[in-house]
């Protein structure tokens, strides 16, 4: 059963950073991409970031572009999203997914994702 460990989030003033993680286990070698994805409270589930499996393709929602980085280390089956720059707009939980049969030329829509991990809260105060 494929499953998907989020860590790294937590409560940090305007303009700091954190990084999060994403840990892949359980899943074959087939999964085409790993999106971020968050979600305030009363808001719906916005893709942020999504990066392929092959060819390292990678995409931004506009509103974290030029201040989040997404990459991978495929030895350890971890993604990381690099958050500079935060924002109170950008407090949500954020999630981490797995998906087969996307290639990540866009930023992530959530219904083509499979699998997800539990979410890790992330609060930016100003």
């Known amino acids: 059963q494929p499953q998907l460990v989020e860590s790294g989030g937590g409560s940090v003033q305007s303009g700091e950073s954190l990084r999060l993680s994403c840990v892949a286990s359980?899943?074959?070698?087939?999964?085409?991409?790993i999106g971020w994805f968050r979600q305030a409270p009363g808001k719906g589930r916005e893709g942020v970031s999504c990066?392929?499996?092959?060819?390292?393709?990678?995409n931004y929602v506009d509103s974290v572009r030029g201040r989040f980085t997404i990459s991978r280390d495929n030895a350890n089956n971890t993604v990381y999203l690099q958050m500079n720059g935060l924002k109170p707009d950008d407090s949500a939980v954020y999630y981490c997914?797995?998906?087969?049969?996307?290639?990540?030329?866009?930023?992530?829509?959530?219904?083509?994702?499979?699998?997800w991990g539990q979410g890790t809260q992330v609060t930016v105060s100003s």
């Open positions: 990066i392929s499996s092959k060819g390292g393709r990678i």
């Open positions: 997914a797995a998906a087969y049969g996307t290639t990540c030329s866009t930023p992530p829509k959530w219904l083509d994702y499979h699998f």
């Open positions: 359980g899943f074959t070698s087939n999964f085409d991409a």
